[in-house]
C-alpha cells in the first residue's frame, strides 16, 4: 500500500515563503504526483501536478508563485511557495497517480499551512 507523508507545513507571513515536501513509499513507480488544498468551508482543490516525464499543470490562482518540482529516483515531490497570501492558507494534500490510466489515488494526512501576520 502507498504511503505519502508531507512535511514543511507553518505559520509564514504575508509575502512570505514555505516548501512542502512529501515522500511516497510503498511503491516502485509512480506516474505523477500533485498537491491539492482544502480551506475551511471550502472544496479540496488542485494546486499543482507533475508528471514522472516532468509535465507540469498548475492552478490559475498560484501561476508565478508556486512551483513544483520532484526527485523520481526518491518518489519526492515538492512544492516551494512564495509570495504567499491569506487566501492561501490550507491543509494542503500530497496525492498520486500510479499510472495514466488511473486518476490521483492515494493521500497523505495533510499539512497546515497558514498565512497570516
Known amino acids: 500500500q502507498v504511503q505519502l507523508v508531507e512535511s514543511g507545513g507553518g505559520l509564514v507571513q504575508p509575502g512570505g515563503s514555505l516548501r512542502l515536501s512529501c515522500a511516497a513509499s510503498?511503491?516502485?513507480?509512480?506516474?505523477?504526483m500533485g498537491w491539492y488544498r482544502q480551506a475551511p468551508g471550502k472544496q479540496r482543490e488542485l494546486v499543482a501536478t507533475m508528471t514522472s516525464g516532468g509535465s507540469t499543470n498548475y492552478a490559475e490562482f498560484v501561476k508565478g508563485r508556486f512551483t513544483i518540482s520532484s526527485n523520481n529516483a526518491k518518489n519526492t515531490v515538492y512544492l516551494q511557495m512564495n509570495s504567499l497570501k491569506p487566501e492561501d492558507t490550507a491543509v494542503y494534500y500530497c496525492?498520486?497517480?500510479?499510472?495514466?490510466?488511473?486518476?490521483?489515488?492515494?493521500w497523505g494526512q495533510g499539512t497546515q499551512v497558514t498565512v497570516s501576520s
Open positions: 496525492t498520486d497517480r500510479l499510472s495514466v490510466l488511473l486518476g490521483f489515488g492515494d
Open positions: 510503498g511503491t516502485l513507480s509512480i506516474y505523477a
